[in-house]
């Protein structure tokens, strides 16, 4: 599902909820030990040798989920510059905290038990008191701002964290290295595609937050495990079971978002650059994926595992 497979997408999807993130990061030995399975890494060549490594992340990983597969650290070494959904440096520090809790609260005269159902409150308020938090600070945010709130609770749980993170390594690593980096966004449109949710909109992504955080450890394992495989199809499954029930925000999230980058992606194919790129996983799913994108535009796309001139 986009929905409620969204408290999974978030981890893959936008890297904004990784706000307030550390500088701890796994060690570079890692990332070039050989990893299980080939990775959810694609090559896209144009034919005046301009190169994309299409590389598939999680934004919020465990220790355990390493080391990764050996394409990754491969990108790197043969790109020259890498890109990334966020400028680097955008998505740490106190500034993307607090917008995002500025454009999460109601106003005084509002809250959150007085915008959603009776059930969604009382769920809400059990959610809370069993991860011993306040339920009077809960109901001042707005249902997306508390559906987000809830998934990284839960993903910390697991010990998941932003600070492992695949885009977090290679920014930092290529911060030190002297390699130039860019985004493709900014952190006030990545967080305006929550804040800008419909009144029920907002809604459903709270009831089907509080319907799923049972699973999120089942689920997320099996996300992991697709991921490091490259198994494309497996993660369409998981992540798009009722993407027509919820096409307008698959079109938010996803698919505007593919269009919006393929123009730039594909300037630095004509201009003959190798670039690794570095987006949540779910963005290279469905016909609207990248990978298929750019095949449609006549661009040899190939996994890893079958490219021999790396």
């Not at 990775?39 to 990764?68: A, M, Q």
């Not at 394992?221 to 798009?240: C, F, N, P, T, Y």
């Not at 190798?274 to 006549?298: A, N, P, W, Y």
Request: glycine share 6%.
């Amino acid at each position: 599902m986009l929905i409620p497979r969204l408290v999974l997408a978030l981890a893959l999807v936008v890297c904004v909820v990784a706000c307030g993130r550390e500088e701890k990061k796994p060690d570079s030995a890692a990332f070039v030990s050989d990893g299980a399975g080939d990775g959810s890494v694609w090559v896209v060549d144009s034919p005046n040798g301009g190169r994309l490594y299409l590389c598939g992340t999680i934004h919020i990983l465990r220790e355990k989920d390493y080391p990764l597969a050996p394409a990754y650290e491969a990108a790197y070494m043969y790109s020259n510059k890498l890109v990334l959904e966020l400028p680097p440096g955008a998505a740490s520090g106190p500034e993307l905290t607090s917008r995002m809790s500025q454009l999460g609260l109601y106003s005084a005269d509002t809250s959150l038990e007085a915008n959603v159902s009776k059930e969604t409150w009382e769920d809400v308020k059990k959610w809370t008191q069993k991860h011993g938090l306040e339920v009077s600070s809960m109901n001042r945010f707005r249902p997306w701002f508390v559906a987000l709130l809830m998934t990284n609770v839960e993903y910390a749980n697991l010990g998941a964290k932003a600070e492992m993170g695949v885009d977090t390594h290679f920014e930092q690593r290529a911060k030190k290295d002297g390699k130039p980096a860019e985004g493709l966004e900014t952190v006030e449109f990545q967080i305006q595609l929550f804040a800008s949710l419909s009144d029920k909109q907002q809604r459903e992504l709270l009831e089907q937050t509080l319907t799923e955080v049972s699973h999120v450890a089942e689920e997320y394992e099996k996300i992991v495990r697709a991921w490091k495989q490259g198994d494309l199809a497996a993660l369409s499954e998981m992540m798009l079971q009722e993407a027509d029930r919820y096409s307008d925000l698959n079109e938010l999230f996803v698919t505007a978002r593919n269009l919006s980058w393929m123009d730039r992606l594909e300037q630095m194919l004509k201009k003959g650059e190798k670039v690794m790129v570095l987006t949540g996983t779910l963005h290279f799913i469905s016909d609207t994926g990248l990978i298929e994108l750019m095949r449609k535009r006549g661009h040899r796309v190939r996994h890893y595992r079958e490219v021999t001139d790396f």
